[in-house]
Structure formats: structure tokens, C-alpha cells
């Protein structure tokens, strides 16, 4: 018994030090058990060469399409998970995402996409899915406006669906209260740390009159602007946002560095020049939040570090993989 008893001690020495000087095989780079960093490497290798070069161009002519091509990452994966419904127009038994409260008049880059697409068509026929494009031209427009970069896990397949009631019940709303947009992002696999980083997308961008009109002229109902808005800047706003038309009248997210991508959006918090009410209640309705705010204007490097990791965890929301969904050959229809 004693002898057996050694061999099996030798044996998992043995196999110890085997293990300890076996390298580590990264073939695959599994993320969340969904997704891998090099899906198309085989099947498309210049898939992402081809997105950055045509986002690019898209940016070049139009700072505003990064912002746009951005939000529509995030606008896909809050509903139903990052599956490229938001890409979906109506037809048959579809009605489009892009009718929603959240999406219409306001949801653009649609075209940018198509040129995506036909282009990775041509390059790898039925390979490259719509939903890994948004996830790619979210990473390519935050680089090329000075954001952080990071590697994005593919493998995400399309829906046949879209689901209109999903879209305007799920994004969050710039009137929201805090605590409903954090529900909203826990339905999602996010947390408070994810809410704080993934708002910063606000450096860049535009937003609608409409989205904020109320803070200036009866926030609370008493018919009195947000006390938490810089009068003076509320009064710059009030100049092109009147109390009634002008509802489509666009105004820069981030007045400081409004095509940069950094942490100026923070630094706008701490004076009470945030622009949308959904901004601004980071600081002002929570504690945890407020402390992340204060963080991030504080140091870029560790806005940009955890942005690209919020980032990685909102593209995984639930996608599609292995045999669901599809991979679409039009980003506006289902396969016939």
C-alpha cells in the first residue's frame, strides 16, 4: 500500500510540473462563453480592416456619424441583446426598432452599415454578421474620434425579429430617474460602474431639443427650470430649444470638446453643464455614481480603461451564436 501510495505522489508531481511548463493555449480567447477575438480570422480575415476603412471615411466626412454608429451599437444590444435588430426595417410580420420613441428622428448611420455590408458580402459572401458590424464600427468610431481601443469578441449571429415594444421599454430615456436606468442596465448583466462608463459615450455626439427641453422650462411641473442646470448655460440652450417648436434643433453633448472623445463630459457634470437630465442625476442621485464621476474627470486613463471593459461586457448581452439567428446577407431584411 505504501509503495502504491509513493507512485501516485511521484505521478502527480509528475503531472504538476508538466502542467507548470505546459504554455497556455489562448487558441481560442473564449469571452463569456459566447464570443471569440479571432471568429473570422480564417473565414474573413480582412473583415476588420474593411469596417475601419469604411467607418473612417464615414467620420472623415462627418465627425457626428462616430457618435451616431456608437449609439446604435447600444441601441441593438439593450434590446433583445446584440443580435442587429435595431438594423431591421418593417416588412411582413416585422415592425422596425427604428420607429420607436428612442430611435426615430434620432437613430442614424443605417447607410453607413449598408456600405459595410456590401463590401464584406463581396470580400466573404454570408460570413460576417450585421450585429459583429455595429460591434466592430462602435470599437473603430470611439478610436477615430480619441477614444480608447480594445479587442472585440465576435461570433454574434442576426435575429429574423425586431421588437419595437423592446426598444421603447428598454433603452434608457434621458427624463428617466436614476433608479429606473439602473434597473434598466441590470436587466442587461450591468452594473453602476458600466452605467457611469458607458454614459461618458455622451463626449461625443448630439442630442434633440426635444431631449432635454424640459429642463429648462418646467423640470418638477412648477413650471421653473432644473435647479441642478447652469443658469447660464441653461440660458445659452433656451436661445435655440424655445418652449415649443424647434423639437429636431440639435445642441453638442459635450460643449467643451464636443468631436473629441475624453473625459470633458465629467468634468461638464461637476459644473452643472451636463445636458441631458440622465447625465446630470449621475452626480446628483447617488452617491456610488457621483464617486465614479468625480473619478473619471479626474483621471482620462482610467475613463478610457474602464469604458473599453464595459464596452467588451455590453457587446456579450445575449447574443445570438452557434445556430441561431442567422447571418444576414441584406442588414435590413431577414433572409428570404
Known amino acids: ?7 501516485n505522489s511521484v505521478n502527480f508531481l509528475l503531472l504538476l510540473s508538466l502542467l507548470a511548463f505546459a504554455p497556455f493555449c489562448h487558441c481560442d480567447k473564449k469571452v463569456g462563453g459566447y464570443l471569440y477575438l479571432q471568429y473570422y480570422d480564417k473565414s474573413c480575415p480582412r473583415a476588420q480592416e474593411i469596417v475601419k476603412s469604411i467607418v473612417a471615411k464615414a467620420v472623415a466626412k462627418e465627425t457626428r456619424m462616430a457618435a451616431s454608429l456608437l449609439r446604435l451599437h447600444f441601441h441593438d444590444c439593450f434590446v433583445k441583446g446584440c443580435d442587429g435588430s435595431v438594423l431591421l426595417d418593417s416588412s411582413g410580420t416585422i415592425i422596425s426598432e427604428k420607429r420607436s420613441n428612442p430611435n426615430r428622428n434620432s437613430a442614424r448611420g443605417f447607410e453607413v452599415i449598408d456600405e459595410i455590408k456590401s463590401a464584406l458580402e463581396k470580400e466573404c459572401p454570408e460570413t460576417v454578421s450585421c450585429a459583429d458590424i455595429l460591434a466592430i464600427a462602435a470599437r473603430d468610431s470611439t478610436v477615430l474620434t480619441g477614444g480608447p481601443s480594445w479587442e472585440v469578441p465576435l461570433g454574434r449571429r442576426d435575429s429574423r425579429d425586431a421588437s419595437i415594444s423592446g426598444s ?3 433603452i434608457p430615456a434621458p427624463n428617466n ?12 448583466g450591468l452594473d453602476i460602474v458600466d452605467l457611469v462608463a458607458l454614459s461618458g459615450s455622451h463626449t461625443i455626439g448630439d442630442s434633440r431639443c426635444t431631449s432635454f427641453r424640459q429642463r429648462l422650462y418646467n423640470q418638477t411641473g ?17 436661445t435655440h430649444c424655445p418652449r415649443s417648436g ?3 434643433n440639435l445642441f453638442v453633448l459635450d460643449f ?21 437630465s440622465s447625465d446630470e442625476i449621475l452626480l446628483t442621485q447617488n452617491t456610488v455614481s457621483a464617486g465614479l464621476v468625480k473619478k473619471y474627470a479626474e ?21 445570438l451564436t452557434g445556430s441561431r439567428g442567422e447571418i444576414r446577407k441584406n442588414c435590413r431584411r431577414v433572409n428570404a
Open 177 to 188: 430617474t436614476f433608479q429606473t436606468i439602473l434597473t434598466k442596465f441590470k436587466l442587461k
Open 246 to 248: 424647434g423639437d429636431q
Open 256 to 276: 467643451v470638446s464636443p468631436a473629441k472623445f475624453d473625459n470633458s463630459y465629467y468634468k461638464n457634470l461637476l459644473t452643472k453643464r451636463g445636458l441631458l
Open 168 to 170: 421603447n421599454y428598454n
Open 222 to 238: 412648477n413650471g421653473k427650470a432644473d435647479f441642478t442646470l447652469d443658469q447660464y448655460y441653461a440660458a445659452q440652450l433656451r
Open 1 to 7: 500500500m505504501r509503495g502504491t501510495s509513493m507512485a
Open 299 to 319: 483621471s482620462n486613463d482610467l475613463f478610457f480603461e474602464q469604458f473599453a471593459k464595459s464596452m467588451v461586457k455590453m457587446g456579450n448581452i445575449t447574443p
